[in-house]
């Protein structure tokens, strides 16, 4: 183990309270996405007598990127965490509970409390290290359009080399990193249907056009895309999560409107999807003589995980596994999106995931992400900071990634 790596794991490990505490200080006043004021002011401030460059309002909300400048030439990493939280009413019981609207309900305040600690620890130790440390504290990924892709857009990976990230996982047991070569998370997109007819009086259906039944034949419709166009080894679903008729029960309806979302496990398969519900609304249009406006938004990108980024992570972590991290290991891809996907399209990433799952399940079953109950093993915080700083540690001193 090189001295670097040494004295991270033994600074780590006298800062594991204070990581823990600011966790939760988090936690106590979790922000919805777009509105994480507090939020930011908390991460600015902590870096405010640290030796590093800080800029805000970076991209279109509470962005924050610092650059950590050794002063030495090298490679420019950069880490990523997001701070948001969502509009959930928190119903954990647990002494920290959120005090606002919002819950962090996803783990964003375990994200945000490992990088910060990681990167005053970074900071401290400039002399055993060359190049730079690019950390990127992102808003708002729980909501489209997310923080990420603005952020990119306002140059926060300018003169990057490579992203990594982390993100803690309910469905996985604390103390193992997972990890997965290739398309790893699932792209995202919605439209947005308003379907009109012509209202009538459910006595004489003849005289009008009734939006309803050629709503309903839409989402009986939709569904026969993922069985019957994609082939049978591809990933994707269409959900359609709100259909919207209100009206009498003696009148015929003349508009509907109809949300959905798409899920794809590659770009073409996404893509087939958005070709085939477009061609669905033109045979609405054309079979029931109704008129349709569709909006399709693009959503978040499916995250590609760089194979060889990934193998040079994990091969760093499987080389200095350290007593907090029990495993490494492969596993098969996530469901949710994820928007570190817009990093990974500029420059090559990986994004990998820490179980946070208790191993005392009768005190703290598992609840899903986005659930009231959701619980995250603090244990988990410094798995991934001693996680990070293994992977950063070797990318310097093997001067990046070597094709």
Same mark, same amino acid.
């Given at each position: 183990?090189?001295q670097?790596?040494?004295? &991270? ?16 200080e @988090? ?5 919805k ?5 507090w939020?930011s002011d908390?991460?600015a401030?902590? %870096?405010?007598d &640290?030796?590093? *460059?800080v800029?805000?309002?970076? #991209?279109?909300? %509470?962005g924050i990127?610092v650059t ?5 030439e090298?490679?420019?990493?950069? @880490?990523?965490?997001?701070f948001?939280?969502?509009p ?5 019981g647990l ?9 962090h309900?996803? #783990? ?7 990088l910060?600690i @990681?990167?005053?620890t970074f900071i401290?130790?400039?002399d &055993?290290?060359?190049?730079k440390?690019?950390?990127l504290? *992102?808003n708002a990924?729980e909501?489209?359009p997310g923080?990420?892709?603005s ?13 990594f990230g982390m993100?803690?996982?309910?469905n996985?047991p604390v103390?193992g990193?997972y990890?997965?070569?290739?398309n790893? *998370? ?5 439209f947005f249907?308003?379907?009109k ?7 004489s259906?003849h ?11 839409f989402?009986?419709q939709? !569904?026969?895309?993922v ?6 080894f591809?990933v994707?679903s ?5 259909f919207?008729a209100?009206g009498a029960a003696?009148a015929i309806?003349g508009?509907?409107?109809i949300?959905?979302?798409v899920?794809s496990?590659s ?6 999807i958005?070709?085939e519900?477009?061609a669905?609304v033109?045979? @609405?249009e ?8 569709l909006?399709?938004?693009k959503?978040y ?8 980024v990934?193998e040079?992570?994990?091969k760093?972590l499987?080389?200095n596994k350290y007593p907090? &991290? ?5 596993t098969q891809? *996530? ?5 570190f996907a ?8 990986a994004?990998l995931?820490?179980g946070c799952?208790?191993?005392d !399940?009768?005190a703290?079953p598992?609840?899903p992400?986005?659930?009231?109950k959701?619980f ?7 798995v991934?900071?001693? #996680? ?6 070797s990318?310097?001193e093997?001067?990046?990634?070597k094709?």
């Amino acid at each position: 183990m090189s001295q670097l790596l040494d004295t &991270l794991y033994e600074k780590l490990e006298e800062k594991n309270d204070r990581m823990i505490e600011i966790r939760r200080e @988090l936690h106590e006043h979790a922000e919805k996405s777009f509105e994480e004021e507090w939020t930011s002011d908390y991460i600015a401030d902590f %870096y405010k007598d &640290l030796d590093c *460059q800080v800029e805000r309002n970076v #991209g279109n909300g %509470y962005g924050i990127v610092v650059t950590i400048d050794s002063g030495k030439e090298g490679k420019t990493v950069a @880490l990523r965490a997001d701070f948001d939280a969502l509009p959930i009413k928190e119903d954990t019981g647990l002494d920290f509970a959120s005090k606002t609207d919002a819950m962090h309900a996803c #783990g964003h305040d375990g994200h945000t409390a490992y990088l910060l600690i @990681l990167a005053e620890t970074f900071i401290e130790l400039k002399d &055993l290290w060359q190049g730079k440390i690019v950390i990127l504290h *992102q808003n708002a990924e729980e909501e489209g359009p997310g923080g990420a892709k603005s952020m990119v857009e306002a140059g926060c990976l300018d003169g990057v080399d490579n992203v990594f990230g982390m993100h803690v996982m309910s469905n996985m047991p604390v103390g193992g990193i997972y990890y997965k070569e290739g398309n790893a *998370q699932t792209g995202r997109d919605n439209f947005f249907l308003t379907i009109k007819g012509e209202g009538g009086h459910a006595s004489s259906p003849h005289t009008s056009n009734d939006a309803i039944v050629a709503g309903a034949y839409f989402v009986t419709q939709v !569904q026969s895309i993922v069985s019957r166009r994609l082939n049978p080894f591809d990933v994707g679903s269409i959900t359609i999560g709100n259909f919207d008729a209100a009206g009498a029960a003696n009148a015929i309806n003349g508009q509907v409107k109809i949300s959905g979302d798409v899920r794809s496990m590659s770009p073409e398969v996404g893509e087939t999807i958005e070709k085939e519900i477009k061609a669905k609304v033109k045979g @609405l249009e054309a079979s029931f003589g109704v008129t349709v406006e569709l909006e399709y938004l693009k959503g978040y990108p499916v995250l590609y995980n760089d194979p060889e980024v990934t193998e040079f992570a994990v091969k760093a972590l499987e080389d200095n596994k350290y007593p907090e &991290l029990k495993k490494v290991e492969a596993t098969q891809p *996530q469901p949710p999106s994820e928007d570190f996907a817009f990093y990974a399209k500029e420059v090559p990433s990986a994004f990998l995931w820490v179980g946070c799952a208790s191993d005392d !399940q009768d005190a703290h079953p598992t609840y899903p992400h986005h659930h009231p109950k959701f619980f995250m093993d603090e244990g988990a915080l410094i798995v991934a900071a001693k #996680g990070m700083a293994t992977i950063v540690s070797s990318y310097i001193e093997n001067d990046g990634i070597k094709a």
